[in-house]
């Protein structure tokens, strides 16, 4: 057997991508972008007591948050196993 074919491949594009989750998070996780990111005031509002949130409110924060979750989690996956290829 041939040392490249007993390497795992990645796919280039996927939730396992460096690029794909960083524009993931720079565009989706972030928008819209003025006067603040909406994460960002979603997370000031739930730290303030989450006074008035409704279901949408929550949905849209899970909607915005998922491109940073998915960063956090490759950045445990590289810092748990150094010499993955992920």
């Known amino acids: 057997m041939d ?3 007993s390497k795992v491949k990645t796919n280039p594009v996927g939730i396992n991508s460096w690029v794909f ?7 989706l996780g ?4 003025f006067p603040e990111p909406h994460i960002w005031g979603k997370i ?11 279901v949408m409110d929550w949905g849209d924060m899970i909607f915005h948050g998922f491109p940073w979750v998915l960063l956090i989690r490759l950045i445990v996956i590289k810092l748990k196993s150094p010499t993955s290829e992920v």
């Open 3 to 5: 040392k490249r074919e």
């Open 30 to 33: 972030l928008a819209p972008f």
């Open 21 to 27: 989750v960083l524009v993931l998070c720079g565009s």
């Open 44 to 54: 000031k509002w739930v730290a303030g007591g989450a006074n008035g949130m409704k």
